[in-house]
């Protein structure tokens, strides 16, 4: 087990417009601010298009499906959350959710759920972030006692 306390991180809350990708955002921000994380763990927002990520044990690689309805914002997320963190020099966004279908007449009918690997909003995206100082980044790395080729968390050294 790995704890992390981060020395300083702020509050960040933002809005997205139609047609954004949420994984972009993240990513971006990241990048952009020099930050050494991102938690997302609110997101109120209508979305257009969702791609699905799963991950193939056996295949050893991810297997995606995308789920966009005829018409306009017919998804809803019923829950979302993730992170921003570095895979070498570059940001990774990890998002975790599942979406419901808007139309009444669909009666809530659940679409699908998992790794959110492209999320591009509806009519609008609010939501919450904590970002983290540049100082300790949070980086992803390959274990090779995983015997997987997925890089998790190497958390920075507390003091």
């Known amino acids: 087990m790995q704890i992390y306390l981060p020395k300083d991180y702020h509050l960040v809350a933002f809005r997205l417009d139609s047609g954004e990708n949420l994984n972009i955002f ?14 997302l763990f609110s ?8 791609t699905l990520g799963f991950w193939n044990a056996k295949a050893q690689k991810y297997a995606t499906h995308k789920i966009r309805p005829r018409g306009y914002s017919q998804l809803e997320p019923t829950t979302i959350s993730g992170n921003a963190t570095w895979v070498g020099e570059k940001p990774f966004a990890h998002i975790h959710g599942g979406v419901c279908h808007a ?29 983290g100082d540049d100082e300790t ?10 015997k997987c ?11």
């Not at 080729?149 to 003091?159: R, S």
């Open 137 to 146: 980044p949070i980086m992803r790395v390959l274990n090779p006692e995983m």
């Open 26 to 39: 993240l990513e971006d921000h990241l990048r952009l601010n020099g930050a050494g994380f991102i938690c």
């Open 103 to 131: 139309d009444p007449k669909k009666k809530g009918r659940f679409a699908g759920g998992g790794h959110f690997t492209q999320t591009f909003i509806g009519r609008t995206g609010e939501g919450f972030m904590l970002v």
């Open 149 to 159: 080729n997925v890089k998790e968390w190497c958390l920075p050294k507390g003091e």
């Open 43 to 50: 997101l109120q927002a209508q979305i257009d298009a969702v």
